[in-house]
């Protein structure tokens, strides 16, 4: 099992998805430049993420320049063929994406006008035992 981690970042590109196969295997691939915590401005970090299979949806709402945070899974592979040397890939697999930004539409808390029981409140009610 592969372990998971969260990056920060400002989407600098987001591919299309393509189908590879006949069995209906989908990847899209996004580039993130990276900008959390420890981030040099000075020397930029681009990362290339991957979502897979129902996963590609996930960029749907997302556009270029857009601040995220990305949650994704390390994974790789070995592959040797054709006589040529192995080769190592490295995959990030995103699989949640969300804005970075506290959301815009998001209201404060409602609460009921009182908490108290029906005209507890003019009667002084008081419910802390001490």
């Known amino acids: 099992m592969s372990k998971s981690f969260e ?3 400002q989407i600098h590109s987001i591919g299309q998805t393509t189908e590879y196969g006949n069995n209906g295997f989908t990847k899209r691939e996004f580039v993130i430049k990276l900008t ?9 970090n681009h990362v290339a993420l991957e979502l897979i299979k129902d996963k ?3 960029m749907d709402s997302y556009n ?3 601040e995220i945070k990305a ?3 390390l994974s790789g592979r070995l592959w040797s063929g054709g006589g040529k040397p192995e080769k190592c890939f490295t995959s990030l697999q995103a699989w949640k994406i969300e804005s970075a930004g506290a959301p815009d539409n ?3 808390p409602q609460f009921a006008e009182s908490h ?3 005209g507890a ?3 002084g009610y008081d419910d802390i035992p001490f």
């Not at 959390?36 to 930029?44: L, M, R, V």
Request: charge should be negative.
């Open 116 to 118: 108290y029981p029906q």
């Open 64 to 66: 270029i320049g857009d």
């Open 121 to 123: 409140q003019d009667d």
């Open 7 to 9: 990056i920060q970042g």
């Open 36 to 44: 959390g915590e420890g981030e040099n401005t000075q020397y930029p």
């Open 106 to 108: 998001m209201a404060p």
């Open 56 to 58: 590609c949806a996930l």
């Open 71 to 73: 949650q994704f899974n």
